[in-house]
């Protein structure tokens, strides 16, 4: 029986036009590549299929061919087809402009925000994604419930109340495209319930200014100290965002004082807290501190992602919200997240893969940490190191007037590293501080070493 049409061969789109059939046909597999959009090596349907698909004959397609192939443009062999064949590429025209930059990539990176992609769990992850797709029902495929799947804000719930001491159930949680996705959500939110300012802390990242202030909320830094974040600063504001469990950068653990004094301020004034805990699975040296939404859930906002434990490159994080909120929060659309994704991670979360992964990169980045402190004590006695009990990053504190000269040695070096100065807002008060934020987690085991190394090559 001869098959339909549809199944036959692959698809080419060409629109053959004037000069006779075989002819328009030639020249509009000619021109397609002429142009490159068909590039060399392409493979073209069968002339069987390409004729059935066109509705010319078979003849017409066989001679269309035979010219082009004649002429030098496709190639034809048999068991392989006809392909396009490879022709020389003349060179680019040349346009006076600027010199291209020979600087390349850096040989050595310690920013911070990244853990080491290198370690990604793929061979767990696949299996998990083959377990996900095996069991999930057909109308997963669909569009869904805008908060995420189901599956996934089970596992969330249930890993978060146990390992971060958040409070709360499914119906609570909305996945997100990341954390700056669950920002620029929120962001409008309030913005829409009539604020006009989102209080931040003084150091922090300027991408997560810059979503605030584009949906209309200007930020404003919060007094900071060796204790934290100082409460006090808060009069008059009615949202705050902070990263209490390990502030970034700093890395200092918000005081319990100054936990309380934040949810007091929110019970008696009705405001809101965005709570980033970003990295809260990598803590060393003491017992791991509970999310800061454990204390009053009704005015907490608790935001975290897989980021830091897998990659950043997944998109997934996830909202925590307050009944208050949640309804607001959903009617501004879907996840964003794809299905198959959030049904890989439940399956990741609730096999116990999750945990096993972050445990033994917890004591991975703790080597590393530990390697950091010795070598730094060793090689720079001048440079104190703080902010180390958690985490993937540290502050190496410097001698006074150095952090820019330091930065630009390490550039010359091969060494991408970030001083602090970048991530100070720029309306903080707080007295300026020399220092480099040290992403120890970036670098992948194999540069380790001369990452180390080169660092401490620059250090005064």
């Given amino acids: 029986m001869e098959k339909p049409w549809a199944t036959?061969?692959?698809?080419?789109?060409?629109?053959?036009?004037?000069?006779?059939?075989?002819?328009?046909?030639?020249?509009?597999?000619?021109?397609?590549?002429?142009?490159?959009?068909?590039?060399?090596?392409?493979?073209?349907?069968?002339?069987r299929s390409l004729a059935t698909d066109l509705g010319l004959a078979r003849n017409t397609v066989a001679g269309a061919y035979a010219d082009l192939v004649a002429e030098g443009w496709l190639t034809a062999r048999q068991g392989s087809g006809t392909r396009v064949a490879d022709r020389p590429v003349p060179p680019p025209a040349r346009h006076p402009g600027p010199t291209p930059s020979r600087t390349g990539r850096p040989a050595y990176s310690l920013i911070p925000g990244s853990p080491d992609l290198a370690a990604f769990p793929r061979t767990q992850w696949l299996k998990a994604a083959r377990r996900a797709l095996a069991a999930a029902p057909n109308d997963a495929l669909g569009y869904g419930d805008p908060r995420g799947r189901a599956e996934l804000r089970t596992a969330l719930a249930g890993?978060?109340?146990?390992?971060?001491?958040?409070?709360?159930?499914?119906?609570?949680?909305?996945?997100?495209?990341?954390?700056?996705h669950a920002l620029r959500l929120l962001s409008q939110v309030l913005h829409a319930r009539g604020l006009r300012t989102l209080a931040v802390e003084s150091y922090g990242l300027d991408v997560?200014?810059?979503?605030?202030?584009?949906?209309?909320?200007?930020?404003?830094?919060?007094?900071?100290?060796?204790?934290?974040?100082?409460?006090?600063?808060?009069?008059?504001?009615?949202?705050?965002?902070?990263?209490?469990?390990?502030?970034?950068?700093?890395?200092?653990?918000?005081?319990?004082?100054?936990?309380?004094?934040?949810?007091?301020?929110?019970?008696?004034?009705g405001g809101l807290i965005l709570e980033?805990?970003?990295?809260?699975?990598?803590?060393?040296d003491r017992q791991p501190v509970g999310a800061l939404q454990d204390l009053d859930p009704e005015h907490v906002v608790y935001l975290g992602t897989a980021s830091k434990s897998l990659a950043p490159g997944l998109r997934l994080g996830w909202m925590v919200l307050p009944p208050s909120l949640a309804d607001e929060v959903r009617g501004l659309g879907s996840s964003s997240v794809a299905v198959l994704?959030?049904?890989?991670?439940?399956?990741?979360?609730?096999?116990?893969?999750?945990?096993?992964?972050?445990?033994?990169?917890?004591?991975?980045?703790?080597?590393?940490?530990?390697?950091?402190?010795?070598a730094v004590a060793a090689r720079a006695p001048e440079v104190t190191v703080t902010g180390i009990a958690a985490g993937l990053h540290l502050l190496?504190?410097?001698?006074?007037?150095?952090?820019?000269?330091?930065?630009?040695?390490?550039?010359?070096?091969?060494?991408?590293?970030?001083?602090?100065?970048?991530?100070?807002?720029?309306?903080?008060?707080?007295?300026?501080?020399?220092?480099?934020?040290?992403?120890?987690?970036?670098?992948?085991d194999h540069a380790w070493a001369g990452t180390l190394e080169a660092l401490c090559n620059v250090l005064p």
């Fill in 396 to 444: 190496l504190q410097l001698p006074s007037g150095t952090e820019e000269s330091v930065v630009r040695a390490a550039t010359w070096q091969g060494l991408a590293v970030h001083g602090l100065a970048r991530y100070r807002h720029p309306h903080a008060t707080t007295r300026p501080v020399d220092a480099l934020v040290v992403g120890y987690g970036t670098p992948p």
């Fill in 159 to 180: 890993y978060l109340a146990r390992a971060r001491g958040v409070r709360t159930d499914p119906d609570r949680i909305v996945v997100s495209a990341g954390f700056a």
């Fill in 341 to 374: 994704d959030q049904l890989t991670l439940a399956e990741f979360l609730t096999s116990g893969a999750y945990d096993r992964h972050v445990r033994a990169a917890r004591q991975r980045y703790r080597r590393r940490r530990d390697a950091l402190v010795a």
């Fill in 276 to 284: 980033d805990d970003y990295d809260g699975e990598f803590r060393y």
């Fill in 208 to 269: 997560h200014w810059s979503l605030a202030e584009r949906a209309g909320l200007r930020t404003r830094p919060l007094p900071f100290d060796a204790s934290g974040t100082d409460p006090d600063g808060l009069a008059g504001e009615r949202a705050v965002l902070l990263t209490p469990s390990h502030q970034f950068p700093m890395g200092v653990t918000l005081r319990p004082e100054r936990r309380a004094a934040v949810v007091d301020w929110a019970r008696r004034t």
């Fill in 8 to 47: 036959l061969g692959i698809d080419l789109h060409l629109q053959p036009a004037g000069g006779g059939v075989r002819r328009g046909l030639t020249d509009a597999l000619r021109d397609a590549v002429r142009t490159g959009r068909l590039a060399p090596g392409t493979r073209l349907p069968s002339s």
